[in-house]
């Protein structure tokens, strides 16, 4: 029989870890991690209204408050009273379909020649050399300095409007359109090469689709200038139009009047850029950009 153990031969063993008894479990479900949107989020059913209602709201507040004097600038009822009576008398539309014929004829002039001669300086390198300097040339003379030389080669009647109206619409267009052409990635034009793709299916499917995108950018900068160029030549000898019926308020110092002619601006801007922008979406429909 074996003696026990004396106090002094006792060995204690090290106790087991406790990790290798540890109960294995079936992993719990993860939750995946949501994804952070990175674009500018869901477009919203009338936001472009936002900014313009808020400034409405700022100088109505102003105008009730006493803040802003009516003196200087014409509250929002005054100036919508002023509408009203324009408007039975018909002096408004007069003065406005005066103006869009005078913007769209200059626009149209401008837009062509721009169009055409970024197409050519754009696709030919012969069209570059000639067109492109003389471009660069004119961008750097402000537009409105050449109406006194407008006005002695064209006289001050309707020609000399058109004719600075286009010239001012011209730039923005013939630049974004040179540029987009420009731009094509030299793969694709490596790739139509290998395929033996003729100039006229390239000019199709490649290079004119390419250059869209930079093409209603300058459209769009186009319009607004047009309705900036109506506003200085309509102050030019004139006995008709938005930019006159302005003038001749500030002769008799009619705030009201002026503000009026200053919101059908607006208005005039704010619905052509947004007829660019519906034609661009359906003329681009192709391309997945942040705009939605």
Do not use: C
């Not at 990790?19 to 500018?40: D, N, Y």
Request: proline share 6%; hydrophobic share 50%; no cysteine.
């Amino acid at each position: 029989m074996t003696p026990p153990p004396s106090d002094s031969a006792l060995v204690l063993a090290p106790a087991p870890d406790s990790r290798l008894f540890r109960r294995e479990t079936a992993p719990g479900p993860q939750r995946l991690a949501r994804p952070r949107r990175l674009g500018p989020g869901r477009p919203i059913a009338y936001g472009w209204t936002f900014g313009p209602l808020l400034l409405l709201a700022v100088w109505s507040a102003g105008s009730a408050t006493g803040l802003i004097d009516t003196r200087t600038l014409a509250a929002p009822w005054m100036v919508v009273t002023t509408a009203i009576d324009l408007i039975a008398e018909g002096r408004l539309q007069d003065n406005l379909l005066t103006s869009l014929g005078r913007s769209a004829q200059g626009l149209f002039w401008g837009v062509l020649a721009g169009l055409v001669l970024g197409l050519l300086a754009g696709l030919t390198r012969i069209g570059e050399y000639l067109i492109d300097g003389p471009v660069q040339i004119k961008r750097a003379i402000p537009a409105l300095a050449l109406i006194p030389l407008l006005m002695l080669w064209l006289g001050i009647g309707e020609g000399m409007k058109i004719a600075t109206i286009a010239l001012i619409v011209f730039a923005p267009v013939y630049i974004q359109t040179h540029d987009g052409l420009r731009s094509i990635d030299s793969r694709y034009v490596e790739l139509a090469e290998t395929l033996g793709v003729g100039r006229r299916d390239f000019l199709r499917h490649v290079a004119l689709p390419a250059a869209l995108p930079g093409f209603f950018l300058g459209l769009r900068f186009a319009v607004n200038y047009s309705w900036l160029a109506l506003v200085v030549v309509e102050q030019v000898n004139s006995t008709s139009g938005i930019g006159y019926m302005i003038e001749l308020a500030r002769t008799y110092g009619q705030t009201e009047i002026i503000i009026l002619g200053l919101v059908v601006y607006a208005l005039l801007g704010l619905t052509s850029d947004a007829l660019v922008r519906l034609l661009q979406r359906r003329v681009l429909a192709w391309r997945r950009t942040l705009a939605g």
